[in-house]
T-cell receptor
Framework: DAGVIQSPRHEVTEMGQEVTLRCKPI?????LFWYRQTMMRGLELLIY????????DSGMPEDRFSAKMPNASFSTLKIQPSEPRDSAVYFC??????????????FGPGTRLTVL | AQTVTQSQPEMSVQEAETVTLSCTYD???????LFWYKQPPSRQMILVIR????KQQNATENRFSVNFQKAAKSFSLKISDSQLGDAAMYFC???????????????WGLGTSLAVNP
């Protein structure tokens, strides 16, 4: 399996621009997670989906952030408009569902976002 | 709410030596899952080892082992025969049991940066 795929790997944009991050989870995984990592705040869960349905978006910082999962093999995280404080590494992770088992999360390589 | 604490922001170890990274957590649940993830400079998050709380036996994966003390709510990671490739950030994480609400979320510690000296 190719693992979780994220694109782009790096994104540099100017304040006010729209940014779209993309994720392809591991085939057959039921859960998809979006994280943000910064030095100040560590690893933060933004939102996660189960079978394409958002389950918990309490970590989404504000209305400028939105996430969608139109099908089982694709998800996007959009920031509009972007601000310098959004600069971070954004990770996508996916997890299978096996009742009672570990169901660990498998991470993508991350997207390093820089907002100037 | 559950919390995870890694009290050592930075650690270092000599190559071939053994190092232990600390992790404590707070929970009222009796069954749960614990994980250690490694994040090398490439930033790829990699699962190192995992433990289910009801299992008394400490998990082991090659040179990596844990010391799971349920009563003390402690889950330390021991790396034996440290190698240069072990240099990374190490994160401890907690997950609620299968039958708990919102049980897919991982609760993360802030990480420990491990340096391996040649």
């Amino acid at each position: 399996d190719a693992g979780v795929i994220q694109s782009p790997r790096h994104e540099v944009t100017e304040m006010g621009q729209e940014v779209t991050l993309r994720c392809k989870p591991i085939s057959g995984h039921d859960y998809l997670f979006w994280y943000r990592q910064t030095m100040m705040r560590g690893l933060e869960l933004l939102i996660y989906f189960n079978n394409n349905v958002p389950i918990d978006d309490s970590g989404m910082p504000e209305d400028r952030f939105s996430a969608k999962m139109p099908n089982a093999s694709f998800s996007t995280l959009k920031i509009q408009p972007s601000e310098p404080r959004d600069s971070a590494v954004y990770f996508c992770a996916s997890s299978p569902f096996r009742g009672g088992a570990y169901n660990e999360q498998f991470f993508g390589p991350g997207t390093r976002l820089t907002v100037l | 709410a559950q919390t995870v604490t890694q009290s050592q922001p930075e650690m270092s170890v000599q190559e071939a030596e053994t190092v232990t990274l600390s992790c404590t957590y707070d929970t009222s649940e009796s069954d749960y899952y614990l994980f250690w993830y490694k994040q090398p400079p490439s930033r790829q998050m990699i699962l190192v080892i995992r433990q289910e709380a009801y299992k008394q036996q400490n998990a082991t994966e090659n040179r990596f082992s844990v010391n799971f003390q349920k009563a003390a709510k402690s889950f330390s990671l021991k790396i034996s025969d440290s190698q240069l490739g072990d240099a990374a950030m190490y994160f401890c994480a907690y997950r609620s049991p299968y039958n708990a609400g919102n049980n897919r979320k991982l609760i993360w510690g802030l990480g420990t940066s491990l340096a391996v000296n040649p």
